[in-house]
């Protein structure tokens, strides 16, 4: 390419974990790939089911003495060590404390619970869930305050497998013997 004049590609800004650290306090985003995505704030609906759903698995682990361990958002989960990407789902269960330092978890969470906002639909149901798919989580739920919807996609082998519910359901968790949440008893 004599006498050519090299084009440079423009390139998208990569961003670390330490950029996400670096983030104030009270701006909420998730770095997924590189890429930085904002949150916004979540509506008092969404905020109703985080607590209840937090509430309700809090209290059946405290009750079966589990070792296992349940955190609402914001809670930092970096679902692989080498990779440029932190989450942070509404609801996370971990059940491996090696996964737990002090900042988050490392690794993927044995449960997640995302509750859909209007403005990151695709974000929870296309991104995340082949985010989750790919770390290894193995129980994923997409609550949908909007649709009245629960998807449950459990690990089966290396793809997840998916129900779905309604707000009028008795959702049987699949990583217990024997939680179930009803979801006529969470109301908005």
């Not at 958002?73 to 090696?98: G, M, Q, Y």
């Not at 790919?134 to 997840?160: C, M």
């Amino acid at each position: 390419m004599k006498g050519s004049a090299a084009m440079a590609i423009p390139q998208k800004q990569i961003y670390t974990e330490t950029d996400y650290y670096d983030l104030p306090e009270d701006v909420r985003a998730e770095l997924i790939d590189g890429q930085i995505y904002y949150q916004a704030a979540p509506s008092r609906a969404h905020q109703k089911i985080l607590s209840e759903l937090h509430i309700t698995i809090g209290t059946y682990i405290r009750s079966k003495g589990g070792s296992c361990e349940v955190y609402p958002a914001p809670f930092a989960v970096k679902l692989h060590e080498d990779r440029k990407t932190i989450v942070e789902p509404d609801i996370s269960v971990i059940c491996d404390h090696n996964k737990l330092t002090d900042r988050g978890c490392t690794g993927a969470p044995d449960w997640i619970i995302e509750i859909v906002s209007p403005g990151n639909s695709s974000h929870d149901y296309i991104r995340k869930l082949n985010l989750y798919a790919d770390a290894g989580v193995r129980e994923y739920w997409i609550v949908n305050p909007v649709q009245e919807s629960i998807y449950v996609y459990h690990l089966e082998e290396t793809k997840f497998g998916t129900n779905a519910y309604s707000f009028q359901d008795k959702i049987k968790v699949n990583i217990y013997d024997d939680l179930w949440i009803d979801f006529k008893e969470i109301t908005l």
